[in-house]
């Protein structure tokens, strides 16, 4: 399964070869259930959608073109904010006796934090040129790298929240150089 942020739409999209399945014998199926949270907030997001109801854009989720769309109003947000989103889909068959189908994945939603990391551009420059070598813009600049590839891979998703947990205590624990963020 692959979560991808959609910034021009504002969306998480949610690709897999399962939701090709499902939407290609969408009759073999009663609903769709996706439960998410967010690693910022221990709230579990829990909604489900009958088949009748799955492709109705004005719901909090939704499918169009073999892709399961997610609106920041799943998570209670007006828009997505910096987080690994932890998701997983369950597709429940109309045979009772079939089990249901489970797919989960997360990834590193960034919004802003690039802009912030971007900061410390001047510095891995000049870390690059002198015998230090650890400075904190190394340091942002290789979690955040990080977070950034292992988001959609079978990584666990354990520690891809520590990763980013000690982004945000990097970046937030640095009084004046937050400030210069590239203008996001």
């Known amino acids: 399964m692959i979560i991808q942020y959609l910034n ?9 070869q399962e939701i090709i399945d499902f939407t290609s014998s969408i009759t073999a199926y009663t609903s769709v259930t996706v439960v998410s949270h967010i690693t910022t907030s221990q709230t579990i997001h829990t909604k ?12 909090d989720f939704y499918i169009a073109n073999d892709i399961i769309y ?3 109003s799943f998570y209670s947000l007006t828009k997505f904010i910096d987080g690994i989103y932890h998701i997983s889909i ?19 939603v960034d919004i802003t934090l690039k802009c912030k990391v971007a900061a410390y551009l001047k510095e891995l420059l000049d ?24 988001s959609n891979c079978k990584c666990s998703c354990d520690e891809m929240d520590e990763v980013f947990n ?14 210069d963020d590239c203008g996001c």
Do not use: M
């Not at 489900?48 to 719901?59: D, F, P, Q, T, V």
């Not at 813009?137 to 292992?150: E, P, Q």
């Open 166 to 179: 000690h982004l945000i205590n990097l970046l937030f624990g640095i009084s004046t150089k937050i400030l």
């Open 70 to 72: 997610i609106k920041p």
């Open 127 to 150: 870390e690059a040129e002198s015998t230090k070598i650890e400075k904190i813009g190394t340091i942002v600049h290789l979690l955040h790298y990080g977070l950034i590839n292992a």
């Open 90 to 108: 369950t597709l429940f068959k109309v045979d009772s006796a079939a089990a249901p189908i489970k797919i989960e994945a997360c990834a590193f």
């Open 48 to 59: 489900s959608s009958s088949i009748a109801e799955i492709s109705n854009i004005a719901k």
């Open 8 to 16: 021009e739409g504002g969306l998480l999209a949610v690709k897999s």
